[in-house]
């Protein structure tokens, strides 16, 4: 079956600075993924690592310096609306800023509606609605001239996917769903997602640096550092038997909600993130607990190791 | 309205609906002058108040109160037409820079940061008097509105800026909405209450201006308006011979004018901010 | 943690309302309706609960920032300052500027955003230290503040520099270490780890978790994520509608979950390695200024009795350290309605 997306060395380099001491940070360093269909993939990393720069430019809001992407094999053109011509989806982080806070929530929907020709009359575009609200545990009496501020965040975020569902996309790009919203109610967004995926065949890229709820609903995951993907594989390899040592830092560091779990040992933190961006060889080299020599000079490739892809020297 | 329930509450807005009442009544009395007010020598000259003449009669021979109706008639086209035009050019000028960004909107503020550092006031001096004898208020609208829309397009334009990077920005885009109707369904919202209290003080500058060109004599001093009422009273010297009733008409009605636009603006764009809107919004 | 610690911070029957007047309505928020505190010596006491819960408002309170439209309905606020109860809501403006900071410190939500921009990060320290530190002395406690960061973890160097070439976290970490300058006896943090990556989170409640054993003071801490108070309060009180309505220990509170809403809590939670499906704490909380009447809880509550709606249940005590309102386990002290 045809892979519903594919990435392919993509790079995204920014200029910062003055005119007289210019330097170029790359965002995001010639990686390389690939989604299937019904799938859910997550791109997880701290911040400054790229994923929501990724994700912006699979979604067509931002061009990539060099590298390609196609979306069911067909490549995506410079400033290509991919939400018209690929069913591509998007869902945001800031529940309460994914809505103008002076317009009704239901004038988004009727405006997708008339954009993109989904009913012929107003009652057919309200039961397209309703189908859609149900489908994420609301209906549209509830919703119907409300706005942003009468809901909750959890609430806006998941009316926030039923109008990405609007269209019936084919994938959703979901950047940090879920870290504006309650701990409590996280659940309820990343179970919808599953039930998009088995009921809907609609496959979703997850973007996130919570790698509890990264476990929970993903399939595949991609763990990336300071623009590279460090570890890349099935959720159950990648998280369960980290291979990477930023992958054990990160997989260490979740909270547990359970007393008896606390942190063992401490952590330290990195000094100027601009540094480890600039590094040669390895960007992980300045805390990596077992660095070698080597990694301060030379970058390492993406190694295999038992289906997983890991970019480190301790494999070479 | 519940809108102007509520904004009747606040003083200021009552106050200054009162006034303007009463200013566009007389403008629309205008209409029933029985005296020709570009005619001289209608009624006799000097005149103090009286049950005839209710704010008595000038030095040239004129009703002061029908005067007044035309002046207050006319200074109010003249500056509704300047607050009006120079609104639109604001906006469309503001929403284009700063949505599209680039060379568009560095051309277009290169523009409007011109018409804002030239000294204005030479400016209109000159044009004024080249263009006097075809002076009408039609074209004094115009004049001042070419003037008056620098300053609010860059408001307008931070506004959009700040607006597009915005993540409702993003939604509405995936919505499938245009560049045109994203502008207006999503940005024209947040800059209302700016547009309209600019408007209003827009308003009151063009006044004010008219003036101080009708006082310097570089307009048609033979239409009737606040201004040049102003200019025929200092010419015949009125403080000087006490002529109280001449002098003071156009001064007052002007400064009821100014009062009761100002609060008019303070009023509306309180109640019309996004903050305060965003809380009373639903909340019924 | 020892039971018969000393009682460093006591409200008793709190109420503090907002009160809003927009064009003609008025509208009452009840964010802290009721709430009998009494926080240790030497301890970090949680407070944990969803957004809304009127758990920010609880710490403005606690803080003695009680400023219009919020006012202070009812109850009272005491502070245990030099062995003695003083009751902070009678004190004038100038005494509570006193208290504060050198007392009680206080981190605002989103806290990386409060260091000026324009000063150097060793500028706002001198600022604070001398607003708080007579003259001669100033010096002196600058050099401790330096030594103060090194201890706690920060680069020895960061004094130097600028708000905007730290990263969020960092100067999450570099407004804590400010708060706990002066030694102060209690810090109050308001979500001081939201929005933060999982592994600065980490280095945050690191930080805390090594001031409060330095300075064996207490730290309430305010978050809606049980995973947080787990790895780092002692006790834990579950606030909801502006109402405690469980306390414990961390281990009871874990181990023994009494209330439904607790439950909800904990169990919505993912717990890493298990994917077994799990769900979020149904229905949405009430809105404060409209609420239910009885217990709070009772429509989002699967268990909900006839006088769930009628009545707020008192507190129970199944230990000594473990109370809980609810129905379900007891009639609290209260009793039923008559």
């Given amino acids: 079956m045809e892979k519903l997306l594919e990435v392919k060395d993509l790079t995204k380099q920014y200029a910062q600075g003055s005119l007289i001491a210019r330097i170029l940070i790359t965002a995001v360093d010639h990686i390389s993924f690939y989604m299937n269909q019904a799938e859910i993939f997550t791109l997880a990393g701290e911040s400054g690592c790229g994923k929501t720069t990724t994700a912006k430019i699979v979604l067509g809001f931002e061009e990539a310096t060099s590298g390609t992407i196609l979306h069911s094999g067909k490549p995506q053109t410079r400033k290509e609306k991919v939400w018209i011509t690929e069913g591509v989806q998007a869902i945001f982080q800031d529940p309460f800023s994914t809505f103008n806070p002076l317009r009704t929530v239901d004038s988004y929907f009727f405006d997708t509606v008339k954009n993109y020709q989904l009913a012929q009359s107003k009652q057919d575009a309200i039961e397209l609605i309703d189908q859609k609200l149900r489908a994420v545990g609301l209906t549209y009496g509830e919703f119907v001239g409300k706005y942003p501020n009468e809901f909750s965040g959890g609430q806006l975020q998941r009316i926030s996917i039923a109008r990405a569902l609007m269209t019936e996309p084919k994938l959703l790009i979901a950047d940090e769903p879920v870290s504006m919203v309650d701990a409590s109610l996280r659940m309820s967004i990343v179970n919808l997602f599953k039930k998009l995926r088995d009921e809907l065949g609609v496959s979703v890229l997850y973007i996130t640096h919570d790698l509890a709820t990264a476990y929970y609903v993903s399939d595949r995951i991609a763990i990336m550092f300071r623009g590279n993907i460090v570890e890349m594989g099935t959720v159950e390899q990648v998280l369960m038997n980290p291979r990477h040592p930023y992958t054990r830092l990160l997989r260490d560091s979740i909270p547990q909600a359970d007393p008896r779990k606390t942190w063992a040992d401490t952590v330290t933190l990195a000094e100027l993130e601009h540094d480890e961006y600039l590094r040669e060889g390895c960007k992980f080299a300045g805390r990596c607990p077992m660095v070698m020599e080597r990694c301060k000079t030379q970058i390492p490739g993406d190694i295999s190791v038992e289906d997983v892809l890991v970019k480190c020297h301790l494999y070479d | ?284 | 943690m020892d039971s018969q610690a000393e009682t460093i911070l006591r409200t008793e029957k709190l109420k503090a309302f907002y009160v809003l007047d927009m064009h003609g309505t008025q509208k009452i928020v009840k964010a802290v309706n009721e709430v009998d505190l009494e926080i240790k010596e030497n301890e970090i006491y949680g407070i944990a609960g969803e957004s809304g819960c009127g758990k920010s408002t609880l710490l403005k309170a606690l803080f003695n920032a009680i400023e219009p439209p919020l006012r202070l309905i009812g109850g009272k606020i005491y502070y245990r300052v030099n062995w003695e109860d003083v009751d902070v809501t009678s004190l004038s403006p100038e005494e509570k500027r006193k208290l504060r900071l050198e007392y009680i410190s206080y981190i605002p939500q989103g806290s990386m955003s409060v260091l000026n921009p324009v000063m150097k990060i060793k500028e706002s320290y001198l600022d604070f230290i001398a607003s708080h530190v007579p003259e001669q002395s100033r010096r002196e406690t600058l050099e401790l503040a330096q030594q103060h960061i090194v201890e706690l973890g920060l680069p020895k160097n960061i004094l130097n520099a600028y708000p905007h070439q730290l990263s969020g976290g960092m100067r999450q970490r570099v407004t804590i270490a400010l708060s706990a300058l002066l030694n102060p006896r209690i810090m109050i943090g308001d979500e001081p780890t939201t929005a933060l990556d999982v592994v600065v989170q980490r280095g945050v409640i690191q930080m805390l978790k090594d001031i409060q054993r330095k300075l064996k003071n207490t730290i309430i801490l305010v978050t809606h994520d049980m995973g947080v108070h787990a790895n780092v309060a002692n006790r834990i009180g579950i606030m909801y509608a502006g109402k405690i309505v469980e306390e414990g220990t961390t281990i009871q509170i874990f181990d023994n979950p009494l209330h439904p809403y607790t439950q909800f809590l904990i169990n919505s939670l993912p717990k890493f390695g298990d994917k077994m499906m799990r769900e979020s704490v149904p229905g949405s909380p009430p809105s404060l200024a409209d609420l239910p009447t009885g217990c709070p809880f009772h429509p989002r509550c699967p268990h909900a009795r006839d006088i769930c709606r009628e009545q707020m249940p008192g507190f129970s005590h199944p230990d000594e350290t473990h109370k809980v309102a609810c129905w379900l386990i007891g009639e609290g002290e209260h009793g039923k309605a008559s």
Avoid: C
């Fill in chain 2, 1 to 284: 309205m519940k809108t102007l329930r509520d904004l009747f509450r606040d003083y200021r807005f009552a106050f200054s609906f009162g006034v303007l009442v009463i200013i566009l009544v007389m403008a629309f009395l205008s209409i029933f002058s029985p005296y020709d007010p570009t005619l001289w020598n209608v009624v006799p000259k000097d005149l103090k108040p009286s049950a005839e003449h209710w704010l008595g009669t000038d030095s040239n021979g004129q009703d002061i109160f029908w005067q007044a109706t035309f002046a207050v008639r006319n200074s109010l086209i003249i500056s509704l037409i300047a607050g009006l035009v120079s609104r639109v050019i604001a906006i469309l000028v503001g929403m284009i820079a700063g949505y599209q960004g680039g060379t568009v909107d560095r051309v277009l503020m290169f523009i409007g940061d011109s018409l804002l550092v030239i000294p204005l006031f030479l400016i209109m001096v000159m044009l004024a008097m080249l263009v006097r004898q075809y002076m009408n208020l039609v074209i004094l609208g115009l004049m001042l509105s070419v003037f008056g829309w620098a300053w609010d397009a860059r408001v307008i334009r931070s506004i959009i800026l700040s607006l597009r990077e915005r993540d409702f920005t993003k939604t509405a885009i995936l919505s499938g909405t245009g560049t045109v109707k994203l502008v207006l369904n999503e940005y024209m919202p947040f800059a209302m209450p700016l547009i309209f209290s600019t408007l209003i003080n827009n308003i009151a500058w063009a006044i004010g201006l008219e003036i101080t060109l009708a006082i310097l004599g570089l307009v048609n001093l033979n239409v009737p308006t606040l201004g040049t009422m102003l200019n025929w009273a200092l010419f015949y010297q009125s403080i000087l011979l006490g002529r109280w009733w001449w002098i003071l008409t156009p001064v007052v009605l002007s400064l009821l004018l100014f009062i009761a636009l100002y609060w008019m603006s303070v009023s509306i764009s309180e109640y019309l901010d996004p903050r305060t809107r965003i809380q009373r919004v639903g909340a019924s």
